[in-house]
């Protein structure tokens, strides 16, 4: 069973508001992802790390931002939360290359 | 570029019958992965196939990939109403950014009595 965490599981807050998610993982994998998803839809990469101090944006473009100063913790964060911003926000980590992502359980983020 | 699709996109099948999910790929891969989702929850990784030819089985569903096809299949055989979620293919993609996944869109299947 893989150890990934995500908080909070829901949140509504309003327009402008800064927002930290947090991911959190304890299987030491150096690979970490954020995704976006509507409900119902496909889930499109914001942003990956690939360790310590590195961070990149991912195939959807997106106004979070990332940070990877451990390991085991990738949070995003908006600055200042829109309502496009609200959505299904997933985190995965990955181990050795041929094993799969492993998934959070997810932010359901909803902004007013 | 990667394009992932699959279908059917939507798909309602009786208890006891059989179908098969598709999921085409455009771009050279040896990598894909699928998923399930129930509502509200998050990704289970069903399945891992890393050769041309794998085939992978768990309990109803069995996974297989052609990489010269670029297609990789995933049949259920003899469903039940558990097997009610929707499922995802996910291909690895060696290109722009290299060493994601790309998604489909996902098949939600319904699986009725």
């Known amino acids: 069973e893989a150890d990934i965490y995500q908080t909070p599981r829901y949140l509504v807050i309003g327009t402008g508001k800064k927002i930290t998610l947090e991911c959190s993982q304890t299987m030491g994998h150096d690979k970490m992802y954020w995704y976006q998803q509507d409900p119902g839809m496909e889930l499109h990469l914001i942003h990956y790390s690939y360790g310590v101090n590195s961070t990149e944006k991912g195939d959807l473009s997106s106004e979070s931002t990332v940070s990877r100063i451990r390991t085991e913790h990738f949070p995003l964060t908006l600055e200042s939360a829109r309502p496009s911003h609200t959505s299904q926000y997933l985190c995965?980590?990955?181990?050795?290359?041929?094993?799969?992502?492993?998934f959070g359980d997810g932010t359901r983020l909803s902004i007013l | 570029e990667l394009k992932v699709e699959q279908n059917p996109l939507f798909l309602s099948m009786q208890e006891g019958k059989n179908y098969t999910i598709y999921c085409n790929y455009s771009t050279t891969s040896d990598r894909l992965y699928w998923y399930r989702q129930d509502p509200g929850k998050s990704l289970e990784s069903l399945f891992v196939l890393l050769s041309n030819g794998a085939v992978k089985q768990e309990g109803r569903l069995m996974a297989s990939l052609d990489t010269k096809a670029r297609l990789s299949t995933l049949h259920i055989t003899a469903a039940v109403h558990d097997l009610s979620a929707t499922y995802f293919c996910a291909v690895m993609n060696y290109g722009g950014s290299q060493g994601n996944l790309i998604f489909g869109k996902g098949t939600k299947l319904s699986v009725k009595p």
């Open positions: 995965a980590s990955r181990g050795q290359p041929n094993q799969p992502q492993h």
